[in-house]
């Protein structure tokens, strides 16, 4: 009885070291991507013209989907509205609050509304949690309409997304007035061996070389 205590004691502990260092690598591989990113971005600043008609409105936590929506921004000469999401901030308590809310389609955004109405295309970008678009940009979605517009969904991952989950987006932006959807992703590969920036930039231009026409 006893060694079969100390043996129970001990998977447990394993199993709470485990988890403890996968949460420090990863916080850790965050905080080290958003350092890096937040130097792309200040290198390339962010488009702006009042006269556009085109629109990309972006959430991202380590600033890999906030780069390329700037690639988009510039090709597109579109403008760039950022979602910030303080409850999933970088750091441990961020990251964990960002699992348990991934699959929930509800958040708390600044800003929650924005006029779209001189816009004819609405890009909506955020990462892929937990096979979803992550809660902020659903929750921008839910409080905002898109009557007559193109609205282009943009998702950067490092598994897979679920496909079921991007067509109850599809319905979502429809019910509130988009008039054509399509979808883009790019599959960063898992931390550790993911793709460079230019290299994920490099794939958007390869798989999303013209202007998109959704259903």
Not at 119 to 132: E, K, M, N, R
Not at 165 to 189: C, M
């Amino acid at each position: 009885m006893k060694w079969a205590l100390i043996t129970l004691l001990g998977i447990v502990l394993l199993i709470l070291f485990s988890a403890l260092a996968v949460t420090l690598f990863v916080t850790a591989t965050e905080k080290n991507q958003h350092l890096v990113n937040s130097e792309l971005l200040r290198d390339k600043p962010t488009a702006d013209s009042h006269n556009s008609k085109t629109v990309v409105i972006v959430f991202s936590r380590s600033g890999n989907t906030h780069v390329l929506a700037n690639y988009i921004a510039l090709r597109y000469n579109a403008d760039v509205k950022v979602i910030s999401a303080e409850d999933y901030a970088l750091g441990i308590p961020g990251w964990i609050r960002a699992l348990y809310d991934a699959r929930r389609h509800v958040a708390s955004i600044t800003p929650e509304q924005l006029d779209l109405q001189q816009y004819d295309t609405v890009y909506l970008g955020s990462p892929i949690w937990l096979y979803s678009p992550a809660p902020p940009i659903w929750q921008f979605a839910k409080s905002n309409t898109f009557t007559n517009k193109n609205v282009v969904l943009f998702n950067t991952y490092n598994s897979k997304f679920e496909q079921h989950f991007i067509d109850e987006f599809k319905s979502l932006v429809k019910q509130n007035g988009a008039i054509s959807f399509s979808h883009q992703a790019i599959n960063r590969g898992r931390m550790g061996n993911q793709l460079t920036t230019q290299d994920m930039l490099d794939v958007y231009d390869q798989n999303y070389q013209e202007v998109p026409h959704g259903s």
